[in-house]
Structures are given as C-alpha cells and as structure tokens.
C-alpha cells in the first residue's frame, strides 16, 4: 500500500516531479513531462504499479530534510551498524530527462538494497529489461529508461534489484535517464549535484523580504518553481492526480494542468516576491494558451496551452490507499466558469500595474474579454469549487466577471483613453455591482450568500474584499466574514463549503489563508495570526502542503503538493509584513 500523503516529498526538475516517500521508495512520476503517463505509480496503487525503492536493509530511524534552501531531498537511515542517506534529486535538463539518487556513507557500515519497478502506462505497462554492465535497459514503444548503477544489477521477471554496503565517505550513484531517441548522456553524479544544489540556491537567495516566516515561504516559492514547466511558463496545479479529497473517493480529480483560476494569484505571489521573470513567464504562457479567440477559453488547459483533456479512468488502479477512481484528464475543461474572464484580465492589469510591457495581442484579449463578458454575465455557470450538477448563479463568479469590467475601465483610464467602449464598460461595471449587491445579498440573513436566491455560504466570499468589490469595514462585508468563522471553521481551518453528504470535506488550506488576510485587512492582527499560523501546522515535516486537511484523521488530503494552497501561504505570509500588492489596488501615476 501506498503511503498517507503527508509522507512524501517531492523532487522534479521544472518540467516533471517524482514524489519520493519517508522510507525511500520513489512511488509516482510521469516521464517526460507532468501530464505524462506515470512509469511509477505505486502512488495510486501498489508497489507492481511501479516504484523504485532504495534504502536500509533491516531496522533503521529515518529523518529527512532539504538541503538547504533547494529541491534536493536528503534522506537519513540510521541502523544499529551506522548511519547513511540517500541523496534524490533531478537536474535541471540538457537533452534527457534524469532522477539521481546517492547513497552516501556517514557512520559505521551500513547494508542497503535498491529494488525498481518500471510500469508504464500508469502502471499497466512491463517495459522489455535487459541488464548488461552495470546497467539496465527498459523499452516500451517509443519510451527508453535506463538505470546506470555503481555495481551488477540483478533481473527477475519485472524487479531490477541489487544489494550493497556503504561505509563512511562511501558514494553509490544510481542515475535513471529517460529519452525518446534511444540515448542516454553519461553522467558524473556529484558534479550534476553541485550544479543543481546551486541553481535551487541562486534561484531562493533572490527572495529578499523580512518575514517572521523565510523558511515557509522559502519552500512555497521552491515548489511553485517546481511545479512550473520550463519551456512554456505554464504552473500546474498539483504534481498528481486522484489523490482522495475525502474519505470514500469519487472527489478525486486530475490536477496535472494549468488552471486560469490560479492566473491572478500566481502572478502577484511572484511579482510580490521579486520574481518578475517568473510573472512575465506565466503571462505569457496565460495569452498564449488563450490566443486569439477569447471566447473559447477554457478553465485549464495543458501546460503547454493545449486544449484537449479527455477524462477517462484506468481502471486497473485501485486508488489511493484503495480509494478509487483514478482519473486522468480533467471533464472540468468544458464547463462554464464566469471566474476565469475577472482572473484573465486581473492578471493582465497586475502584469501591467507591476510594469510588464503590454503586448499587441494583450490589448486585443482584454478587448474581447470583456465584450465576451458584456453578453454572458448573466448566466449561470458552475462556480469557483467545479460543481458537477445544475449551474446556478454564484455570487463569486458574478464578482469575478465585475472584476473583468473594473479593471478594464481602470487600465484604460490610466491610459487616458475615453472611447466608447470604456464609457459603455463603465455603466456595466455599476450595474453589475448593483445586481450582486442586490440579488447576492440576503437582507434577512444580513450577509452575501452563495448564489443568488440561496441561504448557504461558502468561503470564495471571503475574496469579495481582497478584490475590491466592498471594503472590508462595510457592514455587509463584515457579517459574511463572520458567518464564514461562525460556520465554516473547524478546529481552526476553513472548510470551502458546508458539505452536503455524509462524509465531511477536509479544510481547504487556501481559504484558510483568505480567512487570516480578511482578519488581517479587518485590523484583527492576533486571530489572523493565529489562523495563518494554523495553515503552516498542518504542513509536512519538509514544509509542503496539499490542497486540504482532514480534520478529523489529522492528514493532508487531496492533490500534492498544491500550488494553490503554496500561493496563498506567500501572499498572506507579505501581508503581514505589508509587502503584498492589493489584487485591484492603483495603477502607478504616469
């Protein structure tokens, strides 16, 4: 059986990831790129799914960390004969793909084992082996992975294995190469560790800001790059997919993608941080990928801007922890979600706003967005959390299509434009203001509810202040924030909604963060303090966090590590220190 999720660390080179569990064994990665089938995906299944584990042969106390400020896992096993670690890493790529582990020699003499598993197609999939010098040799279709190792390899029937000893200052190399024209480089272990030791540790030292908090920040902003595929910008949502967001499966979901949703905040978090190339990066993956139709777009896309995300199940996976199904794909690209176009063009005014250049085709997105918006503001969609049922008509996505006009008309009035469109944006901006106020607001209940007509809450209410629709001291405000604590929280974490099923949703660690910036904007420095203090608690012991917590079992749940969940922890971790950018807030003068 696969491990809790909080028992994982992950390892990637900025265009897949590898999560890499407490006791050594590697149990999930997709070759060569995040949205690729997995070759190891014990993860969702067993070890005959695909794993590769190296670690102590009998008994041993293990403790892990990063080394330092980098994406470089160190793993520590402790025997009653000495001590050694396992060094797991990916370089940064030149042509192949590479997952290197070291097995170094600290104390004593210590009997170690590495055992591999190579499944393709999501663990279905044996590869043709061969071992011959030191090296093992797995083809299936166009796929090549090879294993160089720093002794004989043994193969029996699917598991290349050996055993080994390491003493102090011993090194043992392992190097797993992936490519798909039937080469693999040489590579010098130590020099590629050195060289990947210093790019994490050049990347992390430009993160300057005095916070209470460096180290969590630190090891969001890490992520975040991690979970960024290099040659197009493009940030996925998680390195995993079907990871259960509660107890009894069917909420588990694909998260291997590029979500608009996200587009806004992940641009301040890296603007806001000092990371600019980083923002420009993701903006131009976001125009990219909506091109030159924006009234097609879509809620995520590929991380290379395609469209196409059929959902479809491989039913050989049992599912996390025997928590099925495992889905691939994501069924959520089709639907309507009137969030995106306000995320769309928020993130093009803060592109803007923090002084990244205008492109042509930018003027043209932010043109058609909003008369895309003019027409369908008015309908009903699915919402911010993804509802698969009847749409309705959630305040939060009626915001967020506002937020689309708002900036439209502020961005073109800081140019000194006065065109008829602005001037038509303009009226439309107060109107949808006074619908929302009007039909989202229930004067009975005396606060803004989730949809029109409705009685529920849910937590996206908490961004109508950290974007600028009401301020946080008007009274309607106030109340919805405190219906939000009154009930939504449990055991200091912020649940998305009020569950509707028998088994309880986890906390979702995102609103949490929103909850701790609304009692932060509200001047309530200690309980935000404490709220945020909460989100950091429930991260694993390498700092990482999912999209949810289970309050009741104590473990993270849901997709990880979560780039959402990374991204509200940096933003309101600067709001304490007044460094975060307001999402709407002026456009410098001139």
């Not at 940064?92 to 197609?121: K, N």
């Not at 999501?122 to 090296?135: C, F, I, N, T, V």
């Not at 420095?525 to 990482?544: K, Q, Y």
Request: proline share 4%; aromatic share 10%; net charge negative.
């Amino acid at each position: 059986m696969s491990g809790f999720i909080d028992e994982y660390g992950l390892i990637g080179d900025e265009e897949s990831g590898a999560l890499v569990r407490k006791d050594g064994s590697i149990d999930w990665l997709c070759w060569p790129r995040f949205d690729s089938d997995a070759c190891f995906a014990a993860l969702l299944g067993t070890a005959a799914n695909g794993c590769w584990k190296i670690s102590a042969t009998g008994t041993a106390r293990i403790d892990r960390a990063y080394i330092d400020d980098t994406l470089v896992l160190q793993t520590r096993f402790e025997t009653s004969t000495g001590v050694a670690s396992v060094i797991d890493f990916m370089p940064p790529r030149s042509r192949s793909a590479r997952l290197i582990r070291i097995v170094h020699g600290l104390r004593g003499r210590v009997d170690m084992r590495c055992e591999m598993t190579l499944r393709f197609d999501y663990g279905s999939a044996p590869p043709w082996l061969e071992a011959k010098d030191r090296r093992a040799t797995a083809r299936i279709g166009p796929d090549l992975v090879v294993l160089d190792a720093p002794l004989d390899l043994d193969i029996n029937a699917a598991l290349v294995s050996c055993n080994f000893a390491v003493g102090a200052g011993d090194d043992r190399a392992f190097v797993l190469s992936y490519s798909l024209d039937g080469t693999s480089e040489p590579a010098d272990a130590r020099h590629e560790l050195a060289d990947t030791l210093a790019h994490w540790e050049a990347w992390s030292s430009r993160f300057r800001t005095l916070t209470a908090w460096p180290a969590q920040i630190k090891r969001s902003l890490i992520t975040l790059k991690a979970l960024t595929y290099k040659p197009s910008g493009g940030m996925v949502a998680a390195a995993t997919t079907s990871l259960p967001e509660r107890p009894g499966g069917q909420f588990n979901w694909d998260y291997r993608f590029c979500w608009i949703r996200d587009a806004a905040f992940t641009l301040l978090a890296f603007i806001d941080a000092g990371y600019h190339e980083e923002a420009r990066a993701w903006r131009d993956w976001l125009l990219r990928a909506v091109a030159g139709e924006p009234r097609s777009m879509r809620i995520l896309y590929r991380i290379d801007g395609s469209r196409r995300l059929e959902e479809w199940i491989p039913d050989w996976l049992p599912g996390h922890r025997w928590t099925p199904p495992v889905r691939v794909g994501n069924a959520a690209a089709s639907q309507r979600q009137l969030d995106i176009y306000g995320e769309l063009v928020d993130t093009l005014f803060t592109a803007a706003k923090a002084g990244i250049d205008q492109t042509a085709q930018e003027e043209f997105v932010l043109d058609a967005v909003v008369r895309h918006v003019e027409q369908i503001w008015r309908l009903p969609d699915h919402g911010l959390w993804e509802v698969r049922g009847e749409p309705r008509h959630f305040v939060y996505s009626k915001v967020s299509a506002w937020v689309a006009i708002d900036r439209y008309v502020r961005l073109g009035s800081s140019k000194g434009h006065h065109h008829e469109q602005l001037r038509r944006m303009a009226d439309l901006r107060n109107e949808m203001h006074q619908e929302i106020c009007r039909e989202g607001y229930d004067p009975g209940l005396g606060r803004f509810t989730e949809y029109y007509g409705g009685e529920t809450i849910d937590a996206s209410l908490l961004l109508l202040p950290l974007l600028g629709f009401l301020p946080v001291t008007d009274p309607r405000i106030t109340r919805t924030i405190t219906a939000v604590e009154q009930q939504l929280v449990i055991d200091g974490l912020v649940q998305r909604r009020k569950p509707h099923h028998e088994h309880n949703e986890g906390a979702f660690l995102a609103c949490s963060c929103w909850l701790a910036d609304c009692q932060l904007m509200q001047g309530r420095r200690d309980e935000a303090r404490r709220t945020f203090e909460r989100v950091l608690s429930v991260s694993n012991d390498l700092g990482l966090l999912s999209e949810e917590y289970d309050v009741g079992a104590r473990r993270l749940s849901g997709n990880f590590p979560q780039a959402l969940s990374h991204l509200s922890l940096i933003r309101t971790a600067l709001r304490f220190e007044g460094a975060a950018s307001e999402r709407g807030g002026d456009m410098p003068a001139g």
